[in-house]
Each structure stands twice: as structure tokens, then as C-alpha cells.
């Protein structure tokens, strides 16, 4: 099979996106790949890196707070169709596959036009604009939460869940010691990522010593950005890094997960069975974090704690009050795996070859 992808802007779209390319490579191992991206976000770093064949596209989001700005990005996404254009006629797709992120716009619309099946897939509970735009130019729409099939055209929309969920899987879980952990004691991992994380992480420098007397062990993940505001913290039963390569791994052997609500992350968790404390972000588009935390809670498969109550012993008394009910914790595991996807990858990869072959529309 001959593919294009596109995904752009943020790790949330973009990994996703590898995924499924993994899983096309292992289905058709002469498969070819070329990936579209924007000419100056991570994805035009990571995915060269990757040896992957790579086309950049100047294009830009809509600024709804600059009305005139919209101008040069309109023009900047005819110029784009037009390139795409050129791209298809030389490279022959059978399918395009947008996977979140304005740079798919031009990507999934010209492919459309010229008659390409065209895949688009959804990570968060709330469609991004992109994404809604392209509802209509999309042969079969993919999404990660089942709230989101409302939001789509019926019919063509299917819930998949999301492909990261399958590469968390299949990560061997870490020895503890490597983090200075002890096998014998319960783990809270707390991480917050790089978006707006500031807040939090200064809020824990100032209240990890209420979690000195536990007899729980805590991870922070930092991010390297405020790694330093926590050089001054010691205590037993801490440990404070400013990254983990290939997270799962850790998740793992973790007991309860304090986190923000990333469509990825909330993915590994729900594969994982993992409970967890949900902190959305408050500095994302649409508020979509929290509508993401809200589909976990509304099933009882996480807890929510928003950032603005974020005060006080709130999570010295939120951690303790699940991390020491074991029928809790068990509780919200078994619910997360009940309505989790575990072959996210395979769903999408089998949909696509149907809607390519002509089986299913």
C-alpha cells in the first residue's frame, strides 16, 4: 500500500500517527510511506529523524482572536493544495491519512478532490476545527472516545480508540530500583507535562512535604523546564526526576496515576488499567482536557481535581483517600478495562483496507 500521513503540531497527534503507520508496515511490510507535515513544528524534527519520508507545508491555524491574520492563512492553504496536488500526482497514494492537527486541512481536501480515499482520525472527546472541517471530505472517521461519534457524520464514523493505547502494551514494565523505588511499597506517579505545568509543579515544591510521612513511595516527572525548582526537595520516600523515556513502562508498575488529561495519556491509562487523578489542563483550545477527564469520570474510571481547587492538602487528601482503598482502586481498574481498546491499531488498519477494497463505505 502506498500511504500518505499527516499530523502536525503536537505530540498528541503525531504519535499517533506513527502508530498506525507501525501497524500498516506490519500488515504490508512493502508498504511506502511519505508524511506531511508543517515546516516549523516538532513533527519537522522528529519524523526526518525517523527516516521517514517527509514533506513540509507552510500553513497555519485560523486566529480567532486576529481576524486579519486569517488572510495570510487562507492563502497559505491554497498554496498548500496546490503542492499537494503536485505531491499526490507524483507519489500515487491509495490512501491519505490525516491524524490531527491544522496541517492536515489542505491535506485530507485535495486528496478528496482527486478522488483519494481519505482517513481522518480524532484523539480528544471534542473534535478540533480541523477535524470538523473535514468531516465532510473524509471517507470514514476514526475516534478515540465514544462521545465523539455525535460530533461526526453517522454512518462513517467509528469508534477505534486510540492507536497509542497498543504501543503501551507492549512495553516491558521497569525494574523499580532503577528510580531508587522499593518494590514493596505502593507507587504514586505524578506527571504534568510540558503545557502549563508551571503551576502545578510549583504548587508540589511547596507541598511534597505532606507526602514525607507516607508510607506510599511518589514519582514526580518535573519536565527538564522546572526540574530545578525541586533541587532543594528531599525526602525517603520521594524521587524527582525530569523525564521518563517510554512512560508505560513505569505506569506499569504504578498504583495511582496523578496526571493531566491528554487524549494519549488518558489512553495508556484506560489499556492499562491504571487509576488515576485527573488535572486538565486549563491552557488548552476548548477546554478539551477537562471534556476528556470528563468521559473517564462520568464512568467512574478516574477522579477529577481542577487545577483552580488545586489548594491546600486537596491532593495530599485526594491521593490518600484512594492509594489506601484497595477495593477503590480495584474498583476503577476494572472499569477501565471493561470499556478499554486494546487493538486500536488493528480496527483502524482493517476499516481502512475495507473502505480501500471497495467492502464497506
Not at 485530507?108 to 482517513?119: N, P, R
Not at 488535572?279 to 468521559?295: C, E, L, T
Not at 495530599?316 to 489506601?324: E, G, M, Q, T, Y
Request: glycine residues 6%.
Amino acid at each position: 500500500m502506498r500511504v500518505i500521513i499527516s499530523a502536525g503540531g503536537t505530540g498528541g497527534h503525531i504519535y499517533p500517527a506513527l502508530a498506525i503507520m507501525n501497524k500498516i508496515k506490519e500488515a504490508e511490510p512493502n508498504s511506502e510511506f511519505l508524511y506531511i507535515g508543517t515546516h516549523n513544528r516538532m513533527e519537522k524534527d522528529i519524523i526526518p529523524a525517523m527516516g521517514i519520508n517527509y514533506k513540509a507545508l507552510e500553513v497555519y491555524g485560523f486566529n480567532r482572536h486576529n481576524f486579519w491574520s486569517n488572510f495570510k492563512t487562507l492563502k497559505c492553504f491554497n498554496r498548500a493544495t496546490k503542492e499537494c496536488k503536485k505531491i499526490y500526482t507524483e507519489f500515487k497514494p491509495d490512501v491519505v491519512i490525516g491524524v490531527g492537527g491544522y496541517v492536515t486541512g489542505p491535506v485530507i481536501y485535495e486528496a478528496h478532490k482527486m478522488g483519494i480515499k481519505t482517513f481522518i482520525h480524532e484523539q480528544n472527546s471534542v473534535p478540533g476545527m480541523s477535524n470538523k472541517f473535514l468531516s465532510r471530505y473524509a471517507d470514514m472517521i476514526f475516534v478515540s472516545f465514544t462521545s465523539s461519534l455525535q460530533s461526526f457524520p453517522k454512518g462513517k464514523t467509528v469508534y477505534t480508540g486510540n492507536p497509542c493505547s497498543e504501543e503501551a502494551i507492549k512495553m516491558e514494565p521497569c525494574d523499580k530500583k532503577e528510580f531508587g523505588l522499593d518494590d514493596h511499597k505502593k507507587l504514586v506517579l505524578v506527571v504534568m507535562g510540558s503545557l502549563g505545568a508551571a503551576k502545578v509543579n510549583d504548587y508540589l515544591v511547596e507541598h511534597l512535604k505532606d507526602f514525607s510521612d507516607k508510607k506510599y513511595e511518589l514519582l514526580v516527572v518535573t519536565g527538564e523546564q522546572d526540574f530545578n525548582k525541586f533541587k532543594d526537595v528531599k525526602y525517603p520516600n520521594i524521587k524527582i526526576v525530569p523525564y521518563i523515556d517510554k512512560l508505560p513502562r513505569v505506569m506499569k508498575k504504578t498504583d495511582l496515576f496523578v496526571s493531566r488529561a491528554g487524549a494519549s495519556t488518558l489512553s495508556e491509562i484506560e489499556v492499562l488499567g491504571i487509576p488515576s487523578i485527573l488535572i486538565p489542563s486549563p491552557y488548552v483550545p476548548n477546554n478539551h482536557q477537562y471534556k476528556n477527564a470528563i468521559d473517564l469520570v462520568k464512568d467512574d474510571e478516574a477522579v477529577l481535581l481542577e487545577e483552580k481547587n488545586l489548594n491546600g492538602d486537596a491532593l495530599v487528601k485526594a491521593v490518600d483517600s484512594l492509594i489506601n482503598d484497595n477495593d477503590r482502586l480495584k474498583e476503577i481498574s476494572n472499569n477501565l478495562m471493561k470499556t478499554s481498546v486494546h487493538n486500536s491499531s488493528d480496527i483502524i488498519y482493517d476499516l481502512i483496507k475495507k473502505v480501500q477494497n471497495g467492502t464497506k463505505r
